[in-house]
């Protein structure tokens, strides 16, 4: 696929979303205390497909380096509007064909025809919900914009309307009277730092993640990248980190994350795809869980 300079079309030979411009150098001293050893400064978007394929990947971080560090959720404004014409991109249709590419590409279940049946017209309002779900509860604010990505990647929703953002909240458990205060409130300037911190880190692009100690040591991880990738910027920088051994088996991985494309199933239980689906579907068959089906994958589901 052709590399365009457009953040919508991802290209998958690098994994990245990349912005327009690169503005600012990278600020150590931005990089505040942890509690744990290494902290993840995640730059990332709701809308951003190079994101979502990295979620196999972070969730495995999570699960065997997890003990060592804690991820920063930063959104980044992938798609301020329409007001551009850049990299063949003009109008939502554009995007369609595009995803459904990087969707093959990733692995990851992507319905490029929300951009065809209801196209968002920024993705600035599921990022404010995200800060506003952040102010209210960290943990719970990370569940909702993985529901907010299930709903426009698979279930093609426009997560732009409140309709489908509060009932994501809803599902991730947030007090929704709360975050609609926040979302119209507090969230805004919340965001607006985000978009700052973004410029002055030198962002070009989505994902990017900074994985830093407290002494201000750091090595970055631009796009998308092979699960090892983020394993070796860990150890790099914490040398001694603990990796976990956890459980593979099906029930206990879906007990972690309720939701499992067949790539992160395939990830997380050591499988290769053709197994990993194979089991996922009889364990449909068998009433153990749910399949959402889209024209480029499924999303599993525990009962």
Request: aromatic residues 10%.
């Amino acid at each position: 696929m052709e590399t365009k300079n457009n953040p919508l079309l991802c290209d998958p030979n690098t994994g990245i979303c990349e912005m327009p411009a690169t503005r600012g150098d990278i600020q150590k001293q931005d990089i505040i205390a942890s509690e744990k050893p290494v902290k993840i400064i995640y730059f990332t978007d709701p809308i951003c497909s190079s994101c979502w394929g990295i979620e196999p990947q972070l969730r495995k971080l999570k699960l065997e380096y997890g003990s060592n560090f804690e991820i920063i959720y930063h959104m980044g404004g992938l798609l301020p509007d329409w007001s551009y014409n850049s990299g063949g991109i003009s109008k939502p249709s554009d995007v369609a064909h595009h995803w459904d590419e990087v969707s093959e590409y990733y692995q990851m279940p992507i319905d490029g025809d929300v951009w065809l049946e209801d196209p968002l017209h920024s993705s600035y309002p599921p990022s404010t919900a995200f800060k506003a779900a952040q102010l209210q509860d960290t943990h719970k604010a990370v569940v909702f914009l993985r529901i907010m990505r299930e709903m426009v990647f698979l279930q093609k929703k426009n997560i732009t309307k409140w309709e489908h953002v509060s009932q994501a909240a809803m599902k991730a458990g947030l007090d929704l009277q709360q975050l609609k205060d926040d979302y119209e409130g507090n969230a805004i300037l919340f965001f607006r730092e985000d978009l700052n911190y973004a410029r002055n880190m030198g962002i070009r692009g989505f994902p990017t993640l900074f994985i830093a100690d407290n002494q201000g040591n750091m090595e970055t991880v631009y796009g998308t990248r092979p699960y090892a990738t983020y394993e070796q910027a860990l150890l790099i920088i914490h040398p001694s980190a603990i990796k976990t051994t956890y459980s593979k088996d099906w029930k206990s991985l879906f007990s972690t994350y309720p939701s499992l494309t067949r790539r992160e199933f395939a990830e997380l239980a050591d499988l290769s795809l053709e197994t990993a689906e194979k089991t996922l579907n009889q364990l449909v068959e068998n009433q153990e869980l749910k399949r959402l089906d889209t024209k480029n994958g499924a999303l599993w589901t525990r009962e």
